[in-house]
Nanobody, 116 residues
Framework: QVQLVESGGGLVQPGGSLRLSCAAS????????MGWYRQAPGKQRELVAT???????NYADSVKGRFTIARDNARNTVYLQMSSLKPEDTAVYYC??????????WGQGIQVTVSS
């Protein structure tokens, strides 16, 4: 079974930066698409960014120009570099991994709080 473990969350001031990591274990082959979703209190879970094993990326409009997603295929690890953070970025961030035609796997979620 695939396990996703997130790390790197925490408290950061507005305008600051934070880097999230998600390591996938239990997979013997490259994950087609990995990414990050987030859920703020009282809101629906939303897509933040995704990246395929070929390097194709997709970003939510709200984070374009501020967040960068990358992956290390050899380690089945995906990263989310977050810069120019805003209070509205505060949420629980969930790692996601998916192969075509299969249900996605999810990490347990990691808190990101942007506050002064």
């Amino acid at each position: 079974q695939v396990q996703l473990v997130e790390s790197g969350g925490g408290l950061v001031q507005p305008g600051g930066s934070l880097r999230l990591s998600c390591a996938a274990s239990g997979s013997g082959f490259s994950i087609y698409r990995m990414g990050w979703y987030r859920q703020a209190p009282g809101k629906q879970r939303e897509l933040v960014a995704t990246i395929t094993n070929g390097g194709s990326t997709n970003y939510a409009d709200s984070v374009k120009g501020r967040f960068t997603i990358a992956r290390d295929n050899a380690r089945n690890t995906v990263y989310l570099q977050m810069s120019s953070l805003k209070p509205e970025d505060t949420a629980v961030y969930y790692c996601n991994a998916q192969w075509p035609g299969l249900a996605p796997y999810w990490g347990q979620g990691i808190q990101v709080t942007v506050s002064s």
